[in-house]
């Protein structure tokens, strides 16, 4: 019998648990619990880190799990690694669902990075209105920089202070429009942006805002993951789990 992790945290994730439980499929959700308030999925869903490569191949062999998907962001690789390892370890199939990258096109002004502090070495010595979409996590490298005054948009209000001197907080999530983010980035007088390559349309309304404001983007590509299968869309998932992908959601 089939039963299947999902590593989500991601809209797409989502999307997979709808196909999930519209085909019947026995399967778990996985956040890690970052947000305050996670979208509720139609599976089963547990919380919280697994405790590393070892905690993830106990919890997957105790759980009868027979197939890994793992759907989580592009830039969550510590996750992925540990996937990688723990199918390694344990013998189980694993499928990254990867979206594909954005790609600069006619009009974009953008800078590549391969990392954070390479976005912050990237950001210019004159005093800037950045709009850094990067969440939150990694936020305070940025502080190298405070004279820069820095626009974050985040899932949840922040804990305490910031790190940054100069910093206002937008709480909202995705999915975003052009509409609202040529909105923002106007209103907030935005004229340099950091941004991290996630793919994906739900956060793309920014850099199409950025491309008719002609604001220059410092991008962070993704981080580079040992080899696994692969899939792109969710009929690819579902060819993974050898089950028939034509029930849409
Ligand atoms: P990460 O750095 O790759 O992971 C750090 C640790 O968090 C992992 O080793 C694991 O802990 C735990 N973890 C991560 N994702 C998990 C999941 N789906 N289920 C259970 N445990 C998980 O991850 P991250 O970048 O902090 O991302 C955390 C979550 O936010 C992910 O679900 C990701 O999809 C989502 N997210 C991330 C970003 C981003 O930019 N990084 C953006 C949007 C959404 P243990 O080692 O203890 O198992």
Redesign the pocket.
């Known amino acids: 019998m089939t039963r299947v992790l999902l590593?989500?945290?991601?809209a797409e994730?989502s999307v997979i648990a709808r196909r999930f439980a519209a085909q019947g499929i026995d399967a778990v959700y996985?956040?890690?619990?970052?947000?305050g308030a996670p979208v509720a999925q139609p599976l089963p869903t547990?919380?919280?880190?697994?405790?590393?490569?070892e905690?993830?191949s106990a919890w997957l062999v105790a759980e009868r799990i027979t197939h890994m998907v793992d759907?989580?962001?592009?830039?969550?690789?510590?996750?992925?690694?540990?996937a990688i390892a723990a199918a390694a370890a344990t013998g189980l199939p694993l499928c990254g669902y990867e979206r594909a990258a954005w790609e600069a096109g006619e009009g974009d002004d953008w800078t590549h990075v391969a990392d954070i502090e390479a976005a912050v070495d990237a950001l210019p010595e004159e005093p800037c209105r950045v709009f850094l979409a990067?969440?939150r996590?990694t936020i305070s490298a940025f502080a190298a920089k405070p004279w820069h005054q820095y626009l974050l948009r985040l899932v949840d209000p922040p804990e305490g202070r910031l790190p940054l001197p100069d910093a206002e907080i937008v709480v909202a999530r995705g999915p975003f429009t052009e509409a609202g983010d040529l909105k923002l980035l106007k209103t907030r007088r935005v004229n340099l942006i950091v941004t991290?390559n996630?793919g994906g349309d739900g956060a793309r309304a920014k850099l199409d805002a950025a491309r008719a404001l002609r604001i220059p983007v410092i991008m962070i590509d993704r981080p580079v993951l040992p080899p696994r299968r692969i899939a792109r869309e969710v009929a690819d998932v579902m060819a993974f789990l050898g089950h028939p992908a034509d029930l849409g959601v």
Do not use: W
Request: aromatic share 8%; charged share 10%.
């Open positions: 590593l989500g945290g991601t994730a996985s956040y890690a619990g970052r947000t547990r919380v919280g880190g697994f405790g590393g490569v905690g993830l759907a989580t962001h592009p830039f969550a690789a510590g996750m992925s690694r540990n990067i969440g996590q991290k996630s």
